[in-house]
């Protein structure tokens, strides 16, 4: 991810790689679970931006699974080294269906 990354979910405030970073060491004792469905991706020289369908499971020590799913929209970027990193997410992420 770049280091101006800006992630977007809802119910949040926009938060950049220090959160995300925080948020991820919280989960790490989390087990993750995930598919990834990419349904739209355009390259437009150093940009590109992709349309993607996630479905995502999580389960916390001890804890009850809760699975989300939904699309991302994600705007990435070219590096001076020739990676592609992520430089806004929007994450639309909500619980599935059959879950209370």
């Known amino acids: ?6 992630f977007m979910v809802p119910g949040k405030e926009p938060f950049g790689k220090e959160a995300f970073a925080a948020t991820a060491n919280e989960m790490k ?18 940009w590109a931006w992709m349309r993607n369908r996630l ?17 991302t929209l994600t705007i ?5 080294d020739g990676r592609w990193v992520i430089a806004r997410d929007a994450n639309l992420l909500a619980p ?4 209370s």
């Open 55 to 71: 479905k995502v499971k999580m389960t916390p020590p001890n804890g009850k699974p809760v699975s989300r799913s939904g699309y």
């Open 29 to 46: 004792n989390v087990v993750i679970e995930g598919t990834s469905e990419i349904q739209e991706l355009k390259v437009l020289g150093e």
């Open 76 to 80: 990435l970027r070219k590096s001076p």
């Open 1 to 6: 991810m770049a280091d101006d990354v800006i």
């Open 96 to 99: 599935d269906s059959h879950e």
